[in-house]
Each structure stands twice: as structure tokens, then as C-alpha cells.
């Protein structure tokens, strides 16, 4: 697993929980453009999915994929994955713009579909992901993998399930990355492809926000963006926030960005920071820095005291199996359908209604002075 590449950054699970047997659940990948497919089909294939078959036109991409996954057969076309009478599901880490289109397509034919998030750029996408799940009862599953696959975060749910900080009245996140922009391939920095700052790295903030405060909905308050240092790429976000409030009354802020030093031993330095109406919960995601270069750190404060767990290893993913069932069953126990799609929309909305920082041609004193410095 490459800790300083978060790209390219995939969990494995030493807690496995296998929830079909052999050949009961076979899924193939299509479109291998981002790293994390490699932590999607790891998840899958630990619930005991079967991988089958590949597809991407990036011949490298696909060998590169195959001496990972051996048992995985190339694919000529992507018409021959979705025309496989034993595929039932399709994995996908294509370019972000081209997600939703993909898995119109792969619902079409009668699959279910599980994609890398930013599963959508544009809110309309959405929209027909909502009708073409509702018209075929299929199942369109986003990979957050900032929560899903973090022991941490995950455990922090389970305290929060069980009322070890009562009620949730607040979430700060923040989603540091390295930008490692040599390695990046060209769209990585157009918005029109990737969606956005808040959309893309965003889209991890907003769906734990939901989860941990136990909403069903929520409203952007406020957002902004900037590019603060990679000029060469004009198109690019390097820094993004965003302030939230939930149908129940809980409130978010958080704040993603592309300023990981290379001095961190990880690619970024991912917490959060959950206030309860009894207690406070901060989870330190991938590192603590300068004490334990291991991550999935949780700090508990509440009644009965401090505590501090280190969990890697010891809680498991279970989203994968749950998720396994839920395409089998038809059922939500992973995650329903209307978080994944709401968590998508906010994280567009939020990018939509942002402010444009400019900071090329203003000084700090022309800030404090009240400046026009946004658009």
C-alpha cells in the first residue's frame, strides 16, 4: 500500500469478513484512470466477490492491473463486460466527468454499479442517476473511501451509534493530499474533468458529515475556493472550504486541500473532529504526527474520561460485504441510496456556489482593507 501517494493508496483489511462463497458474487472493472480502484476491488474481493474480467483502453494501465489481480481476464471492449451474463457488478475508477454516462450504461444492462467518488461533476448527472436507479431497482454505490475505508472512522461511528458522546451537534473535517503533480495526468487539473476542489476531495467531507450527524439532508452555508500556488496550472483548486448545516441541526466545516509537505510520512494528514452534547471524538485518520507514523488514531473524551484507541486491524470494512448483500438482497445496509446520491449533490453545490479567491495580484494589506479579492 503506498502511503505517500494518495492516489495510488489501497487498504487492505486484516479483519475480513467473507459473505459469499466462490463464484457468488462476480464483478469486472472498467476504467482504471485513478489509483483507488485498486482499494475498490481490495474491498470487494475481501467480502468474497469474485474479479473476472478488465477493461480500459490504457493497455499499461491494464497490465499494470493484472499482475495485481491475476485472475482478472482482459477485456477487448467494455460492450463485452457489460454484455457478461455472470457480471453483476461494475467497478469503476474512470476520469470523474465520465462516471455518471458509465454508469448509465452499466445499469442498462442490468448491473449493479460501484464508482469512485466524485461519482458525479454536474448536478444533472445526478438527476439520471436517480431515474435510471429508480426505473431498473439496481444499485449505484460510491467508493468514500475517507470513511469507508478507515478502521478510525469507522469505529468513531460505532461510538456514536451507541451514545458514547450523545448527540451530534458538530463536525470539523479536514482532507490534506500531496499534490505530486508530476505524476498526475493531464485532466487531474481541470475542473471540467475532475469537478472541482469540493467536489472531488469535498465529496469524502460531506458524506462522513452526514453519517456521523445522523442527517438525512443538509444545506451549504457558505464556500470558497482558490489556487494559492500551482500557478503553472491555471485551471486548478489547491484549496477549498466549505461551512454546512443539517437538517437536524448540526453544523460542518471543513477543508481540503493540496499543501501535504513532503516532510509527512503519509500523503495527508486526513482528521476529524466529531462534538457531542456529552463528549468529543477526534479521529486522526493515516498518521499522528511526530508520535506514531501508523494511523487510524481515536481520541474519546467524555463522562467516563479520556481514552485513546489504535485500531488498525481490529475494526475491518464492513461497507464491501454489506454492500455485496444489499446488490443481492436489495437492501440498504451499507448505505441507502439517498445518502449517496445527497452526499454527491452537496459536494456539487458546494462547488457551484463557491467563492473564486484571487490571490494573484492582491497583497495581504489589500485583504484587511476590504479589497474586492473574490469573485
Not at 469524502?204 to 439532508?217: C, M, N, R, S
Not at 500523503?267 to 477526534?282: A, N
Request: net charge negative.
Amino acid at each position: 500500500m503506498e502511503r505517500n501517494d494518495g492516489m495510488n493508496y489501497a487498504p487492505k483489511g486484516l479483519v475480513k469478513k467473507v459473505v459469499v462463497g466462490e463464484g457468488e458474487f462476480q464483478f469486472a472493472a472498467i476504467g482504471l484512470d485513478h489509483g483507488h480502484i485498486y482499494g475498490m476491488c481490495n474491498g470487494l474481493i475481501e467480502a468474497g466477490a469474485q474479479l473476472t474480467l478488465v477493461y480500459d483502453p490504457d493497455h499499461k494501465k491494464v497490465n499494470d492491473f493484472v499482475t495485481k489481480y491475476p485472475q482478472a481476464k482482459i477485456a477487448t471492449s467494455e460492450e463485452e463486460i457489460l454484455n457478461h451474463p455472470d457480471i453483476q457488478l461494475v467497478a469503476s475508477a474512470n476520469i470523474p466527468s465520465e462516471r455518471g454516462p458509465l454508469g448509465l450504461r452499466v445499469l442498462d444492462h442490468g448491473k449493479h454499479y460501484f464508482t469512485d467518488k466524485p461519482a458525479f461533476t454536474k448536478l444533472n448527472q445526478v438527476k439520471q442517476a436517480r431515474i435510471k436507479v429508480a426505473e431498473t431497482g439496481l444499485k449505484w454505490g460510491i467508493y468514500y473511501g475517507e470513511r469507508l475505508h478507515s478502521e478510525s472512522s469507522m469505529f468513531a461511528g460505532q461510538l456514536i451509534e451507541e451514545g458514547a458522546i450523545g448527540r451530534v451537534i458538530q463536525v470539523i473535517g479536514t482532507g490534506p493530499h500531496r499534490a505530486n503533480p508530476k505524476s498526475r495526468p493531464d485532466w487531474f487539473f481541470d475542473p471540467e474533468y475532475y469537478g472541482g476542489i469540493l467536489c472531488d476531495i469535498g465529496s469524502h467531507q460531506i458524506e462522513q458529515f452526514l453519517h456521523y450527524a445522523g442527517a438525512k439532508d443538509a444545506k451549504v452555508l457558505h464556500s470558497k475556493v482558490g489556487n494559492y500556488h500551482f500557478k503553472q496550472y491555471p485551471k486548478f483548486q489547491d484549496f477549498g472550504d466549505a461551512t454546512l448545516v443539517a437538517d437536524n441541526g448540526a453544523t460542518f466545516y471543513f477543508r481540503v486541500d493540496w499543501f501535504t509537505p513532503d516532510g509527512l510520512g503519509t500523503w495527508g494528514d486526513g482528521r476529524v473532529t466529531i462534538l457531542g452534547t456529552e463528549g468529543y471524538i477526534e479521529v486522526r485518520k493515516y498518521i499522528d504526527i511526530a508520535r506514531d507514523s501508523q494511523g487510524d488514531h481515536l481520541y474519546l473524551v467524555n463522562k467516563q474520561g479520556e481514552k485513546h484507541y489504535q485500531l488498525s486491524g481490529k475494526v475491518g470494512y464492513p461497507f464491501f460485504g454489506e454492500f455485496i448483500l444489499d446488490c443481492l438482497n436489495g437492501t440498504e445496509h451499507a448505505m441507502t441510496q439517498e445518502h449517496t446520491f445527497r452526499a454527491a449533490e452537496l459536494c456539487i453545490e458546494a462547488q457551484e456556489q463557491a467563492l473564486q479567491i484571487e490571490t494573484a495580484h492582491h497583497t495581504y494589506e489589500q485583504v484587511a482593507h476590504g479589497s474586492d479579492f473574490v469573485k
